[in-house]
């Protein structure tokens, strides 16, 4: 896949005369996009941003094999000679006012070769302002079985719906405790930040949840011109486990308690179809990955809605691209707080992960209940803060779920889905830090609500110079495993009014 930015055209007051005028000079790249299109080697032609018109957002290059029926209309403005993908692109950037940095494209190609030499193509055109390859995300969670002590084990007789795994007394949680939670809400004047919009991009949320419902005040899952469009189900779990820490319903007698009361803004950024994962090692998997333009779109979204506060529990060692950088500056330039996963790729040398390495983003690392930073959890000198994130106990979808697919040879020698790595339902404690970040989140929405500044880069600084030295920094007031230290909310808060 490709990202494609054009270079600003004319915009145009009607749909017709865009139209019209996408029929763009024949340049080499694009002549090199047609070559590709008339071979049957684009799969489809998708804008980033929602506002050209929806039958222009289904847009899809007829492939030059059999058609995809579930793919629904193929509308093409134009004829397959004068090519339909290049007028795709320049149709996009007659039509998008919106995204940062100009119109974007996702080009979807047959083969890794077909991406490498139609980039080089597209790098050299007139009429293009960037192309690069898009940056695979993914979940910064770990399997909850390889985290000690984490949950319960499953009865596999345990019948689909049921709490297999129960959660300790809310006012036990060891989490809540270690960051001083009860202590913060203790303070004079302290606002649970019920008016502060928090948003979640992830694999959904499970909105009905008893822990939840009160706290979910918009849902965002529809992308009906995408082909992998998602439903409403946060199959996974994970979008569900991140925002009970950030906001499950506070002393309800009900499940856990999350940080805050904050307004949960949730987007989903996965589609629910897995993707197979090969490994140098002979091994594979089927797991879930971000999808790209969902994850564009959610961002843009947030700019729009004012969100105070972005939660991203992924990563993935990718650098962004030039929209999703110019995203990331316009939020932060509009006082959007972003907090973001430091990754779990701590064996692995601890590759740098986005969006957490992005510059302004809160980078969060996860620690575990000695204080110490966990086995998993990616050292880097762009760490902002730590968390607790292992064995952290939130909300789970009240459905059943899976994390993702094993493998297994089929009689062809290829490879096909075999049993789902099943996940629990309603409550689980899970490691990663996917789940210490969404502290951070809570943190900083509650430092909005008691009068802090809404600046990315003065929350950032309260968080730093509030957090706990614990002993296994060694006296340093920064390390790359924990940053400025392990977040202490009472601290955070009690420091607004100094």
């Keep these: 896949m490709l990202f494609v930015r054009m270079k600003p055209q004319p915009h145009h007051r009607s749909l017709e005369a865009a139209v019209a005028a996408s029929r763009p000079p024949l340049t080499a790249g694009l002549e090199a996009l047609i070559f590709c299109e008339r071979a049957g080697l684009v799969k489809r032609v998708t804008p980033v941003s929602r506002s050209s018109p929806h039958y222009f957002s289904r847009m899809l290059v007829r492939p030059a094999r059999e058609p995809d029926s579930k ?12 090519g339909a993908s290049a007028s795709a692109l320049s149709l996009n950037a007659a039509l998008d006012g919106r995204t940062p940095g100009g119109a974007t494209s996702l080009i979807e190609l047959a083969s890794d070769a077909d991406v490498r030499q139609l980039q080089v193509a597209l790098a050299g055109d007139p009429s293009v302002a960037s192309v690069s390859r898009v940056p695979f995300r993914y979940l910064a969670a770990r399997s909850p079985r390889r985290s000690a002590g984490s949950a319960k084990k499953k009865s596999p007789a345990a019948p689909r719906g049921r709490i297999a795994a129960v959660p300790p007394l809310a006012h036990t949680m060891w989490n809540l405790r270690r960051i001083r939670w009860d202590e913060a809400r203790n303070l004079n004047g302290y606002d649970d930040a019920g008016s502060v919009k928090v948003a979640v991009l992830d694999t959904g949320i499970d909105a009905t949840h008893p822990d939840l419902s009160e706290q979910v005040a918009q849902y965002t899952y529809e992308h009906p011109d995408l082909p992998g469009a998602s439903s409403s189900q946060d ?135 000695q204080d110490r930073v966990t086995n998993f959890s990616n ?96 006296n340093q007031d920064f390390t790359p495993d924990f940053g400025y230290g392990r977040l202490n909310l009472e601290q955070l808060i009690a420091g607004i009014s100094q």
């Design 71 to 82: 793919l629904g209309p193929q509308i093409i403005p134009v004829s397959e000679e004068e």
């Design 235 to 369: 199959l996974i779990g994970h979008g569900t486990h991140v925002t009970g820490t950030i906001a499950a319903t506070i002393n309800n007698d009900l499940g856990i308690n999350g940080i805050s009361r904050a307004r949960i803004h949730a987007w989903k950024i996965f589609d629910d179809r897995p993707d197979l994962l090969t490994y140098p090692d002979g091994t594979a998997e089927y797991a879930y990955f971000v999808d790209p333009v969902m994850y564009l779109r959610a961002l843009l979204d947030c700019a729009d809605a004012g969100i105070d506060v972005i939660n991203l529990s992924i990563g993935g060692a990718g650098a962004p691209d030039p929209t999703e950088s110019a995203a990331f500056e316009e939020l932060l330039a509009n006082g959007t707080t972003v907090v973001a996963a430091m990754g779990n790729d701590r064996r692995e040398g601890s590759p740098i992960s986005y969006p957490a390495a992005i510059p302004g983003v809160i980078a969060v690392g996860a620690t575990n209940l």
């Design 379 to 474: 050292r880097g000198n762009h760490i902002t803060i730590a968390a607790p994130g292992e064995a952290i106990w939130s909300t789970l979808p009240t459905y059943p779920g899976q994390m993702g697919w094993k493998a297994e040879r089929g009689p062809d020698g290829r490879w096909r889905q075999g049993k789902p790595d099943i996940r629990e339902t309603d409550y689980d404690a899970w490691p990663g830090t996917s789940m210490a970040t969404p502290h951070v989140a809570a943190a900083a929405a509650l430092y909005i609500a008691n009068g802090g500044e809404r600046s990315p880069a003065v929350i950032r600084s309260a968080l730093a110079s509030s957090a706990d030295k614990v002993p296994a920094m060694g």
